[in-house]
């Protein structure tokens, strides 16, 4: 993503010059703002007047005869600002006597405890710049004024934290002071979070001057990081769902990111291709030498594809036999009595999914896309094949497995079983329990029975309503399978 911003080092600039940009807001009768001075012995704290306060300095009147402050000193403040402390440090600028008593002291303020090499990077964690047509916002009450909010716009995301950015006008935003935020990210959740201020420096975006503020969390739930990593997998610049997972950062849903469509072109072909190689490879079920996962199928079959931010990470192939036809696994098999009539009949083959977006909920989106499509086209009746490592994912979904086994010979031999589906029985719970369809049919279903695509007897509408009854055991499966387990069968998927 294009980053247009140019970045001001608060630290290195000109204090007058500095100030024509943020004018310092004067501390009003009201405003809940207390500063104690650190005087040089360490020991003694002494309460002063704060006259003025933007994000990069302080202004306050204190007594000569116990600052005794001159242009250069370094001085600590303990600053009280809302009912909130925090530590600030800084340099001295200016003095100004204002009788013969007190002085008003000018301090810009310290933005960093130490200084940063211009070769090394502020943050450990890895951080995910935010799409600019859906930035996340966050809004504030400030914590020294009555009835003012501080809004943000946030502009990268990690699992730490946010770099985010607000008007010149905040002028009560300080290095150390803790803000309530609710936090909205676009088409994903709204959330209330704790963030610190760990620097502040002034940006240009577009020719307009802003604050750009580094935010830490200060206590991020589970619920929270969830947000932070549904969001990123969406809007992020992430390329894999393994990257965020490397920072443990786990999405509730991949399907969400991901659009679904039909082979189109060559490219895509070649494309699908490569992926069945990469996911089959990994599997074992590529024979030495082998390089070319393609056959006469291909051409005469509908391809599915599922794009992540324009590159394939799922595909499958469906074939629909005319009067005549032979399917692909005819060539190893007969079929059951029940396969005879090709007018009900769909082969569901070379479903496969990238391993580095394993253990999600993209083979159950791409699943849901294939009955979509298999219901549409008035096909019911789905064969398919899978491993025995793979039987229990299917059966569970709806497959019934036929007892026929047989060694595919262009997936390295590995032995392989029949498996048939009702699509309709599935999809209406007929063939699978209540946590299972919540999970994976509850939105097919009512998708198709709203659009008139799918019919159901009154039976099958009591169990519906029972199984939609039962949804929030589904949500704590859901939890469950998003997070990595030690060990579980990859979904490559039928053959």
């Known amino acids: 993503m294009t980053d ?23 501390v009003q009768h009201g405003d809940s703002v207390t500063a104690f001075l650190t005087l040089a012995n360490g020991v003694q704290d002494v309460e002063v007047q704060v006259k003025t306060l933007s994000p990069v300095g302080i202004e306050f009147v204190a007594e000569n005869s116990i600052a005794g402050l001159t242009a250069g000193d370094s001085i600590s403040l303990a600053l009280s600002f809302g009912g909130l402390a925090t530590d600030l440090s800084g340099i001295v600028v200016e003095t100004t006597a204002v009788s013969e008593q007190d002085s008003r002291i000018t301090v810009r303020l310290n933005q960093s405890n130490e200084k940063r090499l211009d070769d090394q990077e502020r ?27 501080i809004y943000f716009s946030i502009r990268d995301l990690s699992r730490s934290g946010a770099r985010a950015v607000t008007s010149l006008r905040n002028k009560f935003i300080l290095r150390g002071m803790r803000l309530e935020c609710l936090v909205s990210f676009p088409m994903v959740t709204q959330i209330s979070m704790e963030f610190e201020v760990k620097n502040i420096t002034v940006v240009s975006e577009r020719g307009k001057d802003l604050l750009s503020v580094g935010l830490e969390f200060v206590t991020a739930t589970e619920i929270d990081l969830s947000a932070v990593a549904q969001y990123l997998i969406q809007f992020g610049d992430a390329s894999t769902l393994e990257e965020l997972r490397s920072e443990q950062l786990y999405p509730k849903s991949i399907a969400k990111a991901v659009d679904y469509s039909f082979v189109r072109t060559d490219d895509e072909l070649q494309e699908v291709i490569e992926l069945r190689y990469t996911a089959y490879k990994q599997e074992g079920k590529i024979a030495e030498g082998k390089k070319v996962l393609a056959d006469a199928y291909d051409a005469r079959s509908r391809i599915v594809i599922g794009k992540y931010k324009g590159k394939i990470v799922a595909s499958a192939r469906i074939f629909i036999p005319e009067f005549g036809d032979q399917i692909e696994q005819e060539e190893y098999l007969q079929l059951p009595p029940e396969c005879s009539r090709r007018e009900d009949l769909v082969e569901v083959v070379r479903v496969c999914t990238h391993p580095e977006f394993r253990r999600s909920d993209l083979l159950v989106s791409l699943l849901k896309f294939i009955a979509i499509t298999c219901i549409q086209a008035r096909r019911y009746t789905v064969i398919g094949c899978a491993t025995k490592e793979l039987l229990p994912l299917y059966t569970k979904v709806g497959f019934r ?11 390295n031999n590995t032995k392989h079983n029949l498996i048939i589906a009702d699509v309709r029985r599935s999809v209406l719970g007929r063939d699978v329990g209540p946590i299972v369809w919540n999970v994976l049919w509850k939105d097919t279903a009512k998708y198709l029975i709203e659009n008139e695509l799918l019919e159901h007897d009154p039976m099958s509408h009591v169990r519906v309503m029972i199984y939609k009854m039962l949804s929030p055991l589904s949500i704590l499966a859901r939890r469950r399978s998003n997070k990595p387990r030690r060990k579980i069968p ?6």
């Open 401 to 411: 497995d036929t007892g026929i086994e047989y060694e595919h010979p262009e997936l």
């Open 123 to 149: 943050r450990t964690a890895t951080r995910w710049h935010c799409d600019e047509k859906f930035y996340p916002t966050a809004i504030a009450s400030n914590p020294g004024r009555y009835n003012d909010y």
């Open 490 to 495: 990859s979904p490559t998927g039928n053959k």
């Open 4 to 26: 247009s911003r140019s970045q001001i080092n608060i630290d290195e600039l000109d204090f007058s010059k500095l100030t024509e940009l943020i004018l310092p807001a004067p």
